[in-house]
Nanobody, 123 residues
C-alpha cells in the first residue's frame, strides 16, 4: 500500500525559504511520477511541480518557476520541494501525490496522496 507523508510546512514571513519533504513507501516508485499540489483557502487544488522518478524530468507551474525546485532522493524514497522567496499568495495546504507512468498537471489524475502540510506566508 502506497503511503506518502509530507513534512516541513510552517508559518513564515514573506521572502524566506522552506523545504517540504515527502516520504514515500509501499512500493517501488521507478515507474511513478511524483507531484506537489497546493490548495489555497477557498480555492481548488492546483499544480505546483512534478518530477519523473525514472528520468528526473521536472515541471513547474508558471507561478513558482524560478522560485521553487522539486527534487528526489532515490536512496531515501523521498521527494522534496525547495521553496524560495515565498510570497503571501503561496499560502496553502501542500500535498504530495503519486501517479504511475506519465505525469500530468491535473490533480484528478493522481492516485495517491499525502495528508498535506500547511504553509502560511505573512507579509
Amino acid at each position: 500500500q502506497v503511503q506518502l507523508v509530507e513534512s516541513g510546512g510552517g508559518l513564515v514571513q514573506a521572502g524566506v525559504s522552506l523545504r517540504l519533504s515527502c516520504a514515500a513507501s509501499g512500493r517501488t516508485f521507478s515507474n511513478y511520477h511524483m507531484g506537489w499540489f497546493r490548495q489555497p483557502p477557498g480555492k481548488e487544488r492546483e499544480f505546483v511541480a512534478s518530477i519523473s522518478w525514472s528520468f528526473g524530468t521536472t515541471y513547474y507551474a508558471d507561478s513558482v518557476k524560478g522560485r521553487f525546485t522539486i527534487s528526489k532522493d532515490n536512496a531515501k524514497n523521498a521527494v522534496y520541494l525547495q521553496m524560495n522567496s515565498l510570497k503571501p499568495e503561496d499560502t496553502a495546504v501542500y500535498y504530495c501525490a503519486a501517479r504511475e507512468r506519465r505525469g500530468t498537471r491535473d490533480y484528478r489524475d493522481y492516485d495517491y496522496w499525502g495528508q498535506g502540510t500547511q504553509v502560511s506566508v505573512y507579509s
